[in-house]
């Protein structure tokens, strides 16, 4: 026990004094930021310009109708001939030239519309060009067939179903998303922290190899022991630098966006949910939050993060005692990546999709992939026992998958020069 | 006499290969034992038997009497053929360290270390990182730390790889002097000329088998073979030669003098003693060189091995 506590603490100090850890602790939160300011920034710079889009109505119905917006000013050349509205278009370097021709029936007319411009337009516009010219023409059929357009308009049905749980509880529509982000975010994390710091385990036990000090570490302390030193040694040294991260990315996204006065919400679905919804639905999106079952969620974050991550550990212990230097342990690296990318693969596809379907299911009780994919599943609500079954086949087979590493370990650190085969390995675990 | 290490009938396999196949020895206490074997012989795999570093598939190895434990570990220093250090570890931290390993406190590690690095004139190594020294100046710090724990054995492979003549001397005092401290020293080397100088035991083994084993002494005797150096100074050496032909069996020999003698190997049967011999030769000439011809370990060894094969 004394020993185990001696190699987990030179482990631990081994791996924080290394030069490129340090630099990794420190720089990575400063890159990360930098990133999120640089895409805010160049967002923010990018939405800023305004486009001008010269516009040539040979019918006169439209002028009306584009109103210069935040994003585009519209510029009538509808009083001079088209070819001197194109030559302005590029004298001035306006960003294109809306074209209406003169036709006899609308349908004729909606599809003959043009577009002149250097450089394809950007959609946005299109879409709101689209939209104006079409609504526009809709109307128009409308009143062509003698329509009422507010009887339409009155006529036309707006749905917005409510969910609401069993117990009477409401949820937002944005609910399974909550979950989706949750479950992905802890699931990625978990594959993240596997490579890097198993990589870690590994390139340790290389390098015990590889510095012949081996045999004398364990001419006194067991093999077994070595290498859960290490596992443990290390995996200290991850958590660590994990934990600098968040408080160091925190404090530094605090201050960036105090100073720069951005808003450190990531982009995309969030921002975009949280415009199209209102008030109340965020409301109910905090609720949601709020009543996941976090302390479930908490648990069996650290049950499969540390069942994962010991785990899969102890197959770069064995595959780091196998081989003499890292370039020879790609040969095995198969069998650490597949289960990891079909674990996400299942996690992000299959889950998403359907969380309680056959393929979720299965995959969340295979060793190799449960701990990501269980993560990804337990936001959605996981029935107990599929949880206990899943816990108890992944200790299972840490325990086993620990012994078999073991017994490789064993012999692969005494053995110098030729790069072994899984054959070898195999016959390994006999002696 | 007693012994402080026995290894009884000890066999490990690898699949299907045998790496060691009932091997015994015994080490006596004090004693410096050579352990002695061509390359693959299976030196090493009895050394991690007694290491506890492999465990043998039959057998049984006794230390002070008692079969092997974990706790043995500590009364053992070895010191591997394959050895090396943590490139980018302090040279004290690491000694500190595998000292610690040993069961040893941190201020005892600390203390004994200091004694030896003002031993070796290393004490301003403390701070530097092994990828800085030189193979040699790593290979001391080894040896300290291999003696550091004060091991009841002491199990050296190859001790003296990488040392400079100077160097490879200060190991072979330091050795000798933890023998006399109480000490058992294990020696597997290839160096014949180190296990003559300080092996009193020697086991031989080949092909995973012990083929010889005991007292250096006591095998010395049984592989002479009465044989005889002599050098005559006579005017008349042909006829001499041809004489002592017909009575004993005699070789030309080859050795270095400043005058014209006869030079030969005379080898006597069981029943002639060196005294009669001398006696016989007294007054054919002026006896100028007289000695026994005592086998090297080195000539041992190639000829039990040749003669195993």
């Known amino acids: 026990m004394n020993n185990l506590k001696l190699i987990i603490k030179r482990e631990f100090i081994a791996r924080v004094r290394n030069r490129t850890f340090v630099v990794m602790t420190f720089l990575s939160p400063l890159i990360v930021v930098g990133m999120v300011l640089l895409i805010t920034w160049l967002a923010t710079l990018n939405n800023d310009e305004i486009r001008k889009v010269a516009l040539f109505d040979e019918t006169g119905l439209f002028s009306s109708d584009f109103k210069d917006s935040e ?30 021709p003169k036709k006899l029936t609308n349908k004729e007319l909606a599809k003959s519309i043009q577009f002149f411009a250097e450089e394809a337009p950007n959609v946005t516009i299109l879409n709101t060009i689209e939209k104006v010219i079409g609504d526009k023409l809709t109307n128009q059929n409308f009143k062509e067939k003698d329509l009422d357009l507010d009887a339409i308009e009155d006529s036309k049905a707006k749905v917005n179903i409510q969910i609401e749980n069993f117990s009477g509880e409401k949820t937002s529509k944005m609910s399974n998303y909550v979950k989706m982000i949750f479950g992905g975010a802890a699931g990625y994390f978990l594959m993240m922290f596997i490579i890097i710091y198993g990589n870690m385990v590994m390139r340790s036990v ?83 939050i709020m009543k996941l079952p976090l302390g479930t969620l908490v648990l069996s974050f650290f049950i499969y993060f540390i069942g994962g991550y010991f785990l899969y550990s102890a197959i770069y212990a064995a595959i780091g005692a ?76 840490i325990l086993f998958i620990t012994w078999l590493a073991a017994k490789i370990y064993k012999v692969g650190i005494l053995m110098y020069g030729k790069k072994p085969s899984y054959k070898e390995l195999f016959k390994w675990i006999k002696y | 006499m007693v012994n402080l290490l026995e290894v009884q009938q000890a066999t490990k396999r690898f699949g299907t290969f045998t790496a060691l196949d009932n091997v015994s020895i015994q080490v006596p206490k004090g004693s410096i034992f050579g352990l002695l074997g061509p390359n693959g012989a299976g030196k090493t795999t009895l050394i991690r038997i007694i290491n506890q570093i492999t465990l043998p598939d039959e057998g049984n190895v006794l230390l002070d009497n008692e079969s092997l434990k974990p706790h043995h570990i500590r009364d053992i220093g070895y010191l591997p053929e394959e ?77 003296f790889s990488g040392f400079d003549p100077i160097n490879a001397n200060l190991i072979k005092d330091e050795i000798l002097q933890l023998q006399q401290e109480g000490a058992t ?97 007294s007054d054919k000439g002026q006896i100028m060189r007289f000695n026994e011809v005592i086998p090297g370990i080195n000539e041992i060894f190639i000829k039990t091995i040749t003669e195993n094969e």
């Open chain 1, 71 to 100: 994003e585009v000013d519209y510029i009538d050349y509808s009083s001079v001939t088209l070819n001197d509205a194109k030559d302005s278009v590029v004298i001035k370097k306006l960003d294109g030239l809306l074209y209406i």
């Open chain 1, 206 to 288: 290389i390098e015990e190899k590889s510095n012949r000090i081996i045999e004398i570490i364990i001419s006194s302390v067991k093999p077994l022991q070595l290498m859960m030193g290490k596992i443990l040694g290390t995996s200290f040294a991850g958590i660590l630098q994990f934990l600098i991260w968040l408080i160091l990315g925190g404090v530094l996204l605090t201050v960036a966006s105090s100073v720069f006065g951005i808003d450190p919400q990531p982009g995309g679905l969030n921002s975009s949910i949280l415009q199209e919804n209102n008030q109340q639905e965020i409301q109910l999106i905090l609720q949601d």
């Open chain 1, 322 to 397: 196998a081989v003499d230097s890292e370039t020879d342990s790609q040969q095995f690296m198969l069998p650490i990546i597949l289960p990891l990318m079909l674990g996400i693969y299942v996690g992000f596809f299959s889950v998403i999709e359907n969380p309680h379907g056959t393929v979720s299911t299965i995959f969340s009780m295979i060793p190799l992939t449960s701990p990501i994919v269980m993560l990804m599943r337990i936001p959605f609500g996981v029935p107990w026992w599929q949880v206990l079954i899943s816990i108890l086949l992944l200790v299972a087979s």
């Open chain 2, 83 to 159: 050895r090396g250090l943590y490139k980018s570890m302090k040279v004290g931290e690491q000694a500190l360290y595998l000292a610690q390993l040993k069961g040893l406190s941190k201020t005892e590690a600390k203390e004994r270390l200091k004694y030896w690095f003002d031993k070796f004139d290393i004490g301003h190594w403390w701070d530097k990182k092994i990828q800085e020294l030189s193979k040699g100046m790593a290979q001391k710090v080894q040896f300290i730390v291999t003696v550091l724990h004060k091991p009841k054995l002491l199990i050296f492979d190859e001790p």
């Open chain 2, 185 to 281: 020293v294990i020696f597997s080397t290839h160096r014949m000329e180190s296990v003559e100088e300080l092996c009193d035991h020697i086991a031989l083994i080949n092909k995973s088998k012990k083929i010889l084993e005991g007292k250096v002494t006591d095998i010395k005797r049984t592989y002479k073979s009465n044989t005889f150096e002599v050098g005559i100074l006579t005017e008349n050496s042909k006829d001499l030669y041809t004489h002592l032909q017909e009575t004993f069996t005699v070789v030309p020999a080859n050795f270095k003098t400043i005058d014209d003698q006869l030079k030969m190997k005379i080898t006597l049967d069981k029943n002639t003693s060196s005294n009669d011999l001398l006696q016989y030769l």
